[in-house]
């Protein structure tokens, strides 16, 4: 092969990376940027607190869900071909977002959404795979993605504040229009179609039932705070995910080529990673979208504000991983993984406290804390599950891994927001008595939900005065309670991956099945 036709064999793999990387970049930006826009959502549909977990839930359901049959779509039917379905329908659900005038619109509207971009993720990592076949240039390519996906965690918001100051919160979906429009032109023009001539069928049964056992379990956890743990609707809705589940694990232990290999899990090693992955995403990545909530509605920061907020946390998430790929040569992969966690549950301590003590500058320097121990586990978690199980069921393991992430920043968002309005209508029920004012229908509501002018404007102006510093401490007391929440389940995860690592029993004896 000449040197020109090495050259321009490289130029087109760099074109196909960059192609590639964007729409996966496309996925975070919107997540991000939707984490900063909340508050101002829930102002201008006038809706809940429960609404808003919906705004971030749908999404992730239908995406986390979704994943893992979307991947074996892409390979039966066609890479390129889901990739351009997987824009154009994320780019539709974009618009349906954008021109929603009621929170059931949007939500609906977001789990769309998150079906698109489902299917644009999987195609296009699969895409990186497929083109990238050296064992050098794939790692090459690999660390590009994952600095195209940590320059958007950082960017995100505060483009999310940027459009929110200047065009309103609708554009922060308008935008993503025009950015699909030239993605699938790319595509087109970049991408040349591939598939795996023997992908196996879907298992229409397994995602069905996972899809419907996550569906009832968020739902049980966002009505938890408004109609009690213990009410006849949480309590149905919790069975009734735990009898999906059930089901789910029995169809897939009668499989003879499962989506989900229930085998790996008598691994303790496997588990420990497993956890120490879902425990990332739920104690560190999910606060993407919780932290907004805080200098917003705690702070008073102004959207654009709030995304120059959370530089601390973002800049830290995109550095960390480089000190983790250093000390991964220094450490075991259990060690790490517990390092990470710890750094995480102290960050979510340090924050808490400054919370408490209305300290914003120690809130910030938490952030940075916080971020540094996502970065140290954001691509270690990865390796160490990719590291527990035989080569031949590396494929099902990296679903796991990404199901697993996704579905701890679901069930984090959602038990996590529950504790946040559990917590803050206790400490506003609390204040309210102690002042002896009477809490008006609806009040809590509003409050929980960060719409502190619509709640305030229920009573009269000399009683607004007074009351004002008391919800905004409620408030903070409540989001407190909940970072500290988030420290113990981050600690105890620790503790649980450094007890995995210890038993000896490994999972090279499920290749021998």
Known sequence: MSTATIALDHRHLNRVLLVASTGCALTVIDTNIVGVMLPTIAKGLHASFADMEWVIGAYVLSFSSLLLPAGSLADKFGRRRLFLGGILLFALASLACGMATSVLALNIARAVQGIGSAFLLAPALAIIAHSFRDTQARNRAWAIWGGV????????????????????????????????????????????????????????????????????????????????????????????????????????????????????????????????????????????????????????????????????FALAMLLFPVVARWLGKRLHAPTLLALGLVTVSFGNMVIATAVFHHHLLLSLAGMAILGSGGGLLNGETQKA?????????????????????????????????????????????????????????????????????????????????????????????????????????????????????RKTRQPTTLSQR
């Open 149 to 312: 996906m940590g320059l958007t965690m950082v960017l995100a918001p505060l483009a999310g504040g940027v459009i929110s100051t200047l065009l309103g919160w609708r554009w922060t979906f308008f935008v993503n229009i025009p950015i699909c429009a030239l993605l699938m032109l790319a595509v087109t023009r970049h991408i040349e179609e591939s598939r795996h001539e023997h992908a196996g069928k879907l298992d229409l049964p397994g995602i069905a039932l996972f899809i419907a056992g996550m569906f009832c379990l968020t739902w049980a956890l966002i009505l938890a705070p408004q109609h009690g743990w213990l009410s006849r609707e949480v309590v149905g809705r919790l069975c009734l995910g735990a009898l999906w589940f059930g089901l789910f694990i029995r169809v897939e232990s009668g499989k003879s080529r499962p989506m989900l290999n229930l085998q790996l899990f008598r691994s303790f090693p496997f588990i420990g990673a497993v956890l120490a992955m879902f425990a990332y995403a739920a104690t560190a990545q999910v606060m993407t979208s919780l932290l907004p909530l805080l200098l917003q509605n705690v702070e008073g920061m102004t959207p654009l504000m709030a995304g120059a907020g959370m530089l601390p």
């Open 385 to 501: 599950i990719m590291a527990t199980v035989p080569p031949q069921q590396a494929g099902m393991a990296s679903g796991i891994s990404t199901t697993a992430r996704f579905s701890g920043i679901l069930l984090g968002f959602a038990t996590l927001g529950a504790i946040l309005a559990a917590s803050t209508q206790w400490h506003l029920q609390s204040a309210m008595l102690h002042a002896q004012l009477t809490l008006q229908p609806g009040f809590s509501a509003k409050v929980i939900a960060g719409d502190f002018s619509h709640a305030l404007a229920m009573y009269d102006a000399a009683h607004q005065v007074s009351l004002q510093p008391l919800v905004i401490t409620s408030y903070a007391d409540g989001f407190a309670s909940m970072l500290l929440c988030a420290a113990a389940f981050a600690l105890f995860s620790a503790i649980v991956v450094l007890y995995s690592a």
